[in-house]
Each structure stands twice: as structure tokens, then as C-alpha cells.
């Protein structure tokens, strides 16, 4: 793990031995690792390692076949999915999941919901500021369906962050944004992380990775093949073979 991170501490969220298989297809198969507060951690690997898989069970939406997660040591698998949130774990998707009926205020403030009430009145008020820090203020009476795709990723951003996760999963986050759009989401994912909030990233987008990164997992075909500082896992052999297309299977 990162070192600095890391000393004694009890990880925020972690894995042991998990494993979802659906049907003979090992998705993801015997993972093991830790995530400490106040890190950005990534997982890349080609379409078909199983990475999406992975973040779907942490939230419970995607049932495991075997293992155990943790979060601060107490034990959440059978925690039902609806419940997950409640903890301090907010997600966004691989595909945008917007309501193209309410407009982009009414879908950020959805990311409330699962909180206790009080909580969910205090957090409203800050709607404006957390629109205008992810650039969606602007457009926030339009529906998501009249926006791009890079900015209905934007308000999926938004409605994941608006409650004050302790752990933000981030699926693809910045699919359909241009270099510059995607620069600044990764500055913004820093800003959260010195605020408190630990993030777990599933990206394509390597160079991006590495830049935004304290500490790197990599997986192919399930597995996990390598981890530790960004720059070491991109240059991993493992790692290099799996970017060539060996082992690919159907996108996780």
C-alpha cells in the first residue's frame, strides 16, 4: 500500500479473497487488496478483466460468489445494496444512469436520498456549490437527456459527490470529455481526496491514471497482476502483455 497511508491504521474498505463468477465465466477471481484514507487509488486493465465487476460487488448491486469486504474492519457483505450508501460509499456508472424527466438539479440532489434526514436538509443547501465546482451550474434546469455526454458525466459526478462520501467509486469518469474537460475532473478528484474523501477509480484512460494516482491496481481476466506506485504498475510485464490483448475476455 502506499506508505504513507498505510503504518498501522485499519484499511477504510477492504477486499478479501473475492471472487464473482456468472455461470463458468470467473469475472473477477480471488482478489485481495486494502485501501487506506486519503488516497487515490485506480484499477486499469483491457475490457474484460473484470474491473467494472469489482466496483458493482463493493457496492453489493453485483453479488460476489465468495470472499468478504470490509469497511473499517467490520464486515459488509451481506449488507443489501440500497443500505451501502448509507455507510459513506457513493458510486457513479460505466453507463450514465440520469432521470431524463427531472432536471440536472433534481438528479444531483437524488444522491441524498439514503441519508438521515437531517443530513439530507443540511446538504441540500450546498446544491450551487457543488454544481458550480464539477460545471453544471449552468445548465442546471435543462433535462440530462439536452446535454452532451461528457456533461451528463458531469452531473453523475455530482450526484455522487453531493452527500460527502468517506469512499467515491468512479466508473469511467471522464468517458466523452476532451483533454482539457478531463484535467480538470482529475484536479477536482485531488480537491476531494484533500478534503477527506478516498476515491477508487476504474479508468481507460492510463496517462490520466498515473497523473491522478497515489497507488495503482492492475487486473486481467479477473485477476490481480500487479499494484503499487502508477508509474511501476504501467511498466509491470504483466501488465505490458495484458495491454497487448492476451487473455481478453467479454467487457466486465
Known amino acids: 500500500m502506499a506508505e504513507s497511508a498505510?503504518?498501522?491504521?485499519?484499511?477504510?474498505?477492504?477486499?478479501?479473497?473475492?471472487?464473482?463468477?456468472?455461470?463458468?465465466?470467473?469475472?473477477?477471481d480471488g482478489i485481495t487488496l486494502e485501501m487506506y484514507e486519503g488516497n487515490i487509488y485506480?484499477?486499469?486493465g483491457p475490457n474484460g478483466s473484470g474491473k467494472s465487476t469489482l466496483l458493482g460487488a463493493m457496492t453489493r448491486l453485483t453479488p460476489s460468489t465468495r470472499g468478504r469486504f470490509l469497511l473499517d474492519g467490520k464486515?459488509?457483505?451481506?449488507?443489501?445494496?440500497?443500505?451501502?450508501?448509507?455507510?459513506?460509499?457513493?458510486?457513479?456508472?460505466?453507463t450514465v444512469r440520469l432521470l431524463d424527466d427531472r432536471s440536472v438539479r433534481d438528479n444531483i440532489l437524488l444522491g441524498l436520498d439514503a441519508l438521515p434526514k437531517?443530513?439530507?436538509?443540511?446538504?441540500?443547501?450546498?446544491?450551487?456549490?457543488?454544481m458550480e465546482r464539477v460545471g453544471v451550474r449552468e445548465v442546471a434546469q435543462l433535462r440530462p437527456d439536452e446535454l452532451s455526454y461528457g456533461m451528463q458525466r458531469r452531473v453523475e459526478f455530482a450526484r455522487a459527490i453531493i452527500g460527502r462520501p468517506r469512499l467515491l467509486?468512479?466508473?469511467?469518469?471522464?468517458?466523452?470529455?476532451?483533454?482539457?474537460?478531463?484535467?480538470?475532473?482529475?484536479?477536482?478528484?485531488?480537491?476531494l481526496c484533500d478534503e477527506g474523501i478516498t476515491q477508487f477509480i476504474v479508468e481507460h484512460d492510463v496517462e490520466m491514471m498515473v497523473e491522478t494516482c497515489d497507488y495503482l491496481f492492475a487486473m486481467?481476466?479477473?485477476?490481480?497482476?500487479?499494484?503499487?506506485?502508477?508509474?511501476?504498475?504501467?511498466?509491470?510485464?504483466?501488465?505490458?502483455?495484458?495491454?497487448?490483448?492476451?487473455?481478453a475476455a467479454a467487457d466486465a
Open 75 to 94: 464486515d459488509y457483505t451481506r449488507v443489501p445494496a440500497r443500505n451501502v450508501h448509507r455507510m459513506g460509499i457513493s458510486r457513479t456508472f460505466q
Open 6 to 28: 498505510v503504518g498501522r491504521q485499519t484499511a477504510l474498505l477492504a477486499m478479501e479473497d473475492v471472487a464473482v463468477h456468472f455461470g463458468g465465466v470467473k469475472a473477477v
Open 42 to 44: 485506480g484499477v486499469i
Open 220 to 247: 486481467n481476466v479477473g485477476k490481480l497482476i500487479a499494484e503499487g506506485e502508477p508509474q511501476d504498475v504501467v511498466r509491470h510485464p504483466a501488465v505490458q502483455e495484458a495491454y497487448l490483448g492476451k487473455g
Open 169 to 191: 467509486l468512479l466508473d469511467e469518469p471522464t468517458a466523452g470529455m476532451n483533454t482539457a474537460e478531463r484535467k480538470e475532473i482529475g484536479k477536482l478528484m485531488r480537491q
Open 118 to 130: 437531517q443530513t439530507r436538509k443540511e446538504t441540500a443547501m450546498q446544491v450551487d456549490e457543488v
